[in-house]
């Protein structure tokens, strides 16, 4: 039964064709994809990047912090600024410090005489428990708007020979004081975990048990995520969740929803193998770096080499929000991104333990915005009757009729099952389609519109002023309220 269960898993994983040439030469005009080139002997299976001016520092899962100089000339110098680490999967610059996560440890360090190694390491906070299971990472940090520090503790993965470890599948805050308060449990496998340009925290996680798909989620403290494995440490003095009671395996994700008070449904669901199968780091386009996307969300996948991006609106107090493609065609399995001072996006990749679409084991890149402007989809944000999709450029309006616009929408279960097939699939007619008065946007009113959903939206057949056709014509709108 194990055996079978494992197989199941791998094939689950494994791989599906690369990209098409056709699909990689429609990304090409608009992002490059620039190779940063490793010396002989350094592996760069990358944790965490930290841009400063013309250099990098990478963290490795081997332990190592290197020191990348004129990290964007032709002869990029690459010196080890630390080693002797335990898996570091974050790296933050605050307070003249370099701030970085391992397994059992927030840390921080600096070079304090300049000669380009780091001499003084302090710990700022540990004690969370370990058993040794190999699949309990720590990812962050995360700063929030108040000064606290957030890590996301993955859950162990199959048995556990060593014994429990309390709060697994947590996220913890941790106070100026150094103290650390688990605050949000039900997690799975949160590799990514940032902090949004209001100072509000998120998170990612992984599809699998008891996680449907991949997801965006915001990290509020007293919230429950879904994932019962850690839920009795809710019963412990130290939590700031509430026991949610037994969680009920097989039931549709929005009955959950109403019957857990404290259950936090995402702001975005990924679908499965339609955008990635392991959704990973993620950064905000705060500062219009790619600029028809200003104020979005830029995500990772450690599977399908590729970045995609995601918008996010409020409604009734609630996050949610839309995914769409991005750039297809990175070498390995993504796990960090950075901004880069030149308004490149770095792309950190390690493909150990994870298969990827990729070719290569791990790696260094970074997306260059070419300054072409695509006519693409921008965003689409909800209606109380039908969405809003927002264009770059002017549509032509003999293009926008409902025929033009293919909808559906489906909803998951929660369950103890190895991801979640989408459910309840429904084709959604869409009743009308007016252009907005400045030829940018598309308001379309849309019969079976439904709460706690996904909506997919193609517009295949809306065209540019010019004729052209939208770079990337899908969105997957999760929508939590009806406006």
Known sequence: ?????????????????????????????????????????????????????????????????????????????????????????????????????QRGELSRMRDRDGDGRMDELETVSQGWPLSGNYHEYCFGPALDADGSLWLTLNKPFGDEPFGHADWRGWAVRIGKDGKWQPVCAGLRSPAGVATAPWGEVFYTDNQGEWCPTCKLSPLHAGDFHGHPHGIDSCKLPASKVAWPGPVPD?????????????????????????????????????????????????????????????????QGGRWQGACYPFRRGLKCGLTRLAWGTDGSLWCGMTN???????????????????????????EVTARHDGFQLRFSLPVDPASVVPSAFQLQNWTYDLHSDYGCAELD???????????????????LVVEGLLATRVHMIECAGVRSRTGGAPWHDVAWYTLNVLP
């Not at 790619?290 to 590729?306: I, L």
């Open 1 to 101: 039964m194990v055996t079978l269960m494992l197989w199941s898993m791998v094939m689950a994983l494994a791989p599906q064709d690369p990209p098409s040439p056709a699909v990689l030469a429609a990304d090409a005009p608009f992002v490059d994809i620039l190779d940063l080139p490793a010396p002989k002997g350094v592996v760069l299976e990358v944790g965490g990047i930290l841009c400063r001016g013309q250099e990098l520092l990478v963290c490795t899962r081997r332990g190592e912090i290197w020191r990348v100089q004129d990290a964007y000339g032709k002869a990029p110098k690459f010196s080890l600024w630390c080693e002797g680490l335990q898996e570091p999967l974050g790296l933050l610059e605050h307070d003249g410090w370099i701030y970085v996560s």
């Open 250 to 314: 097989g039931r549709r994700i929005d009955e959950v929803a109403r019957e857990i008070a404290n259950f936090r449904l995402p702001a975005v669901w990924i679908p499965y193998d339609r955008l990635g199968r392991s959704a990973s780091g993620f950064v905000w386009d705060a500062d219009g770096q790619f600029p028809p996307y200003r104020g979005q969300v830029f995500c990772g996948d450690q599977y399908s080499s590729e970045v995609f991006r995601m918008s996010l609106e409020q």
């Open 352 to 378: 150990r333990g994870w298969p990827s679409a990729g070719s290569e084991q791990w790696g260094l890149q970074r997306l260059v915005w070419r300054g072409q402007q695509p006519f693409d989809l921008v």
């Open 425 to 443: 699939r429904r084709a959604l007619q869409v009743t009308a389609a007016t252009v907005t008065q400045d030829g940018l946007a598309v308001e």
